[in-house]
């Protein structure tokens, strides 16, 4: 039986990404580009792969591309580094949540406002975003 080899396509797939991402990732420094051998269709590794499992899992938690970046230039060596990026990172999200909760908390309020209005001519949610 003989073994596949991994082309970018095969490598896309098997990351759940398309093509074109493995190409900027290579283009942006994220994931480095195989050797093109004479037969003429690199050949990714499998930690190609895990890399771009990487990047996908730091993405979901928020990191941006450049912060990824650091992180994989950290590998293993520094977990004080890690954890203060992951801090950073953290306390961003919760300024972004309570940002968040109170721009909920304005606009149940223009809703409720809304649905009293006996005023069928004019909006007040409208007519607060106009004046604000």
Do not use: W
């Not at 990487?54 to 928020?62: D, V, Y």
């Amino acid at each position: 039986m003989t073994s596949r080899l991994t082309t970018i396509g095969i490598a896309a797939r098997k990351a759940g990404v398309n093509v074109e991402t493995i190409r900027y990732y290579q283009r942006i420094g994220l994931i480095d580009e195989p050797e093109k051998p004479l037969s003429g269709f690199r050949v990714y590794p499998d930690s190609a792969i895990d890399r771009i499992h990487f990047i996908q899992r730091a993405q979901m938690l928020g990191f941006s591309l450049a912060e990824i970046k650091h992180l994989l230039a950290l590998e293993d060596g520094d977990c004080a580094q890690t954890r203060e990026l992951a801090e950073q990172k953290l306390a961003l999200i919760n300024y972004k949540i309570e940002d968040l909760q109170t721009m909920a908390a304005v606009l149940k309020k223009h809703i409720r406002v809304c649905k009293t209005n006996k005023d069928q001519q004019t909006c007040p949610l409208i007519t607060s975003l106009v004046r604000s």
